[in-house]
């Protein structure tokens, strides 16, 4: 995987997100996007409206991955699991993460969070995620990833990777991702540092997807903490 940790640093500091783009080739792209329909690669489906969560639907991977799920989830680990110790030391958190992502699995097994979090999303005409954060128990990754498997203006339009930053005693500041088929996106689960006047302080993220207009949307998730 041939990714420029320190720029992917650097945006997720300055930023609160950073662009991969083109990490996944556009058939490895439409082999995950037809996986949606096939029933015995997941443990459990979601209908967001259901649940308040917007329109649209979800499905949990069950273990074993898939094979490139897998790959993706463990290259990526070790690269950002160095970047979340370096958020928590500013912070102030002791909680320091293994460079080996089966080795920060087991803490999740061992306090009963066993179920795997990779997703995929499908979005059609209408469809949308209201702003939330990824949180499934007690131990928490602070970085998580997404990957278009759509094309913008082909398969789609609109629905938009949205992000928000609730800043203590300020509005709320929003960015908007713009991403092509393959690219992905990291961004934090729940909160980030960030440099103030006095010191470094912690701010809250929420993230979701914009209404799609038309077409159909589909993106892989991939958290690194397992749910409980």
Do not use: K
């Amino acid at each position: 995987m041939n990714v420029d940790w320190p720029r992917v640093e650097d945006e997720l500091n300055a930023f609160g997100c950073a662009r991969l783009p083109g990490l996944l080739a556009a058939g490895d792209c439409a082999l995950l996007a037809a996986a949606y329909d096939d029933a015995d690669l997941f443990r459990s489906r979601i209908v967001m409206a259901r649940h308040g969560f917007g329109r649209g639907e979800y499905q949990y991977f069950r273990y074993p991955l898939p094979d490139l799920v897998q790959v993706l989830r463990t290259a990526m680990y070790g690269p950002l699991a160095t970047i979340a110790n370096r958020w928590h030391a500013a912070l102030g958190i002791d909680e320091r993460y293994p460079p080996r992502h089966a080795d920060y699995l087991a803490r999740c097994h061992a306090a009963a969070q066993v179920r795997p979090t990779p997703l995929l999303l499908r979005y059609g005409e209408g469809d949308y995620n209201c702003l939330h954060q990824d949180l499934y128990g007690e131990h928490v990754f602070p970085l998580q990833a997404a990957f278009l498997l759509s094309r913008p203006g082909t398969d789609f339009t609109g629905g938009e990777f949205v992000l928000t930053e609730q800043r203590p005693r300020m509005q709320s500041r929003a960015e908007v991702v713009p991403l092509a088929q393959g690219d992905c996106v990291i961004f934090p689960v729940h909160h980030r540092p960030v440099n103030g006047t006095r010191g470094v302080y912690r701010v809250n993220m929420r993230h979701g997807v914009s209404r799609l207009r038309e077409g159909q949307r589909h993106t892989l998730g991939i958290i690194f903490h397992d749910a409980a």
